[in-house]
């Protein structure tokens, strides 16, 4: 089958590969489309902590089940699924507490395990999910970015009417507003670049209100350190971003922490019910996702996607995948 391998890091190729083979409990997924996003870009470009090498990029995945490791599994030929990307031991600490994300056994599609920029790809079967028959394999990509989404906003505690700050208006970031509308609040997205701030109907500078929580999803130390100027009273800030190495060091006043009771919290990734939690909302139209595809894009032009993402010059952009 052909697939993008990343040999070591800065360099890929489209290639051929064997096809992989699926072992009981698991199935053969013929891949429909697959989402590029940043962390792609920093895998093949910069690499990643969970990044094991060499490597067939890509989390976001969907497709049409082909073949199963059994006959159990092979029931499921012909069904349209969703990939969770992750997989967990389900006994420690973080599994049993709902944050399988932080499992020190998780391994994660397109990291540990080939992802799905390729023809094909195997899953376990308790890791996937079909997709809904009112909704289509494009919308239903956005259901792992969302999944990242919808743990951010968990970790932030909103509430129905909770004044919301997002920093950044890419696609993590129009997700993050949209979700945050589908829980009743009310987002304030702050995007200097206007061809992104049209689309969440967001502002160029900091806002002069205090606001009940503030998500970061831009890499940017200074918008940081404005998130935490703007927190009310048990404000929460969620890192959803990470920062480069030598950035990542922020001076924090925790006297204000203190008298203000306000909390920082971490974000990355997602577990199992946020990827079911967000294709029930994306069949049920409550965050819609159709209108952010701003590039289709071939499997062979993922220089070109690399491009896009590396100048903020698209919002999502789907991979499609030669058939065989």
Same mark, same amino acid.
């Given at each position: ?16 590969? $064997? #096809? ?14 697959? &989402? ?20 067939? $990029?890509?989390?976001?995945?969907? /497709?049409?089940? %082909?073949?199963?490791?059994? $006959? ?6 012909? #069904? ?5 990307? =992750?997989?967990?031991? /389900?006994?420690?600490?973080?599994? @049993? ?51 990242? +989404? ?26 993050? %507003? ?26 160029? /500078?900091? *806002?002069? =209100? ?10 940017? #130390? ?7 100027? %703007? ?10 971003? &990470? ?7 922020? $001076? ?13 919290? &971490?974000?990355?990734? +997602? ?16 965050? *819609? ?8 894009? @071939? ?18 952009? !789907? !991979? ?5």
């Amino acid at each position: 089958m052909q697939a993008i391998v990343v040999k070591a890091i800065g360099r890929f190729e489209l290639t051929n590969v $064997p #096809k992989p083979s699926p072992r009981s409990g698991e199935v053969l997924i013929e891949v429909a489309v697959a &989402g590029f996003c940043r962390t792609d870009l920093k895998i093949i470009e910069v690499g990643h902590r969970d990044l094991v090498l060499p490597r067939i $990029p890509a989390e976001e995945v969907v /497709g049409t089940v %082909c073949n199963g490791g059994s $006959p159990e599994d092979r029931r499921l030929i012909g #069904k349209r699924v969703f990939v969770y990307p =992750g997989t967990s031991c /389900g006994l420690c600490s973080a599994c @049993k507490n709902g944050a399988e994300n932080l499992c020190a056994e998780m391994r994660i599609m397109g990291f540990h395990r080939d992802g799905g920029f390729a023809q094909y790809v195997v899953s376990p079967v308790a890791s996937i999910f079909v997709i809904p028959d009112n909704t289509s394999f494009e919308q239903a990509v956005f259901a792992e970015p969302l999944s990242c +989404c919808l743990n951010a906003l968990e970790l932030a505690r909103v509430e129905p009417e909770d004044q919301v700050a997002i920093w950044g208006a890419g696609p993590a970031g129009t997700l993050l %507003c949209r979700a945050t509308k589908a829980l009743d609040a009310v987002p304030t997205v702050i995007e200097p670049d206007p061809r992104r701030r049209m689309r969440a109907g967001g502002v160029t /500078g900091v *806002p002069s =209100g205090i606001f009940d929580a503030a998500i970061v999803a831009t890499g940017s #130390k200074e918008a940081y350190n404005q998130a935490i100027a %703007c927190l009310g009273p048990r404000g929460r800030l969620v890192v959803f971003s &990470g920062l480069p190495r030598d950035a990542a060091q922020i $001076p924090v006043n925790f006297n204000t922490l203190h008298y203000r009771e306000q909390s920082i919290t &971490g974000a990355y990734g +997602c577990s199992y019910r946020h990827g079911e939690q967000a294709l029930a909302w994306i069949a049920q139209r409550r965050v *819609p996702v159709a209108d952010m595809i701003s590039h289709r894009l @071939k499997l062979d032009d993922l220089g070109i996607a690399l491009d896009l993402v590396r100048n903020r010059a698209g919002m999502k952009i !789907l !991979l499609y995948l030669p058939k065989s």
